[in-house]
Nanobody, 126 residues
């Protein structure tokens, strides 16, 4: 089992940047595909970005491609999401998630992920 704790959320103006972190503990972090999801009020949880085990491939949602960058540091057991050019529609609770390495890393479905953090709020003001 792996425990995930997100940090780095906050309030930012349109066009600003934030960097989210997700600290992992428990089983070997590098054995998991990792992802970022977000959920706005009244909406379903949606895929933001994903990175494969141990880190050779990345994926982005169309809405975040070119603005967000996902990365992982397996030596620090930490996942990151650098968010630039933020827009009001990026406002949501952001979650990091992990799934076993033997699953398809490019499966965007939240139900394919095995572990979740508690989330961190990102609010972008217009």
């Amino acid at each position: 089992q792996v425990q995930l704790v997100e940090s780095g959320g906050g309030l930012v103006q349109t066009g600003g940047s934030l960097r989210l972190s997700c600290a992992a503990s428990g089983r070997t972090f590098s054995s998991y595909h990792m992802g970022w999801f977000r959920q706005a009020p009244g909406k379903e949880r949606e895929f933001v970005a994903g990175v494969s085990w141990p880190g050779g491939s990345v994926l982005y949602a169309d809405s975040t491609k070119g603005r967000f960058t996902i990365s992982r540091d397996n030596t620090k057991n930490t996942l990151y999401l650098q968010m630039n050019s933020l827009k009001p529609e990026d406002t949501a609770v952001y979650y990091c998630a992990a799934k076993f390495w033997n699953k398809a890393y490019n499966d965007y479905n939240p139900q394919s992920y095995d572990y979740w953090g508690q989330g961190t709020q990102v609010t972008v003001s217009s």
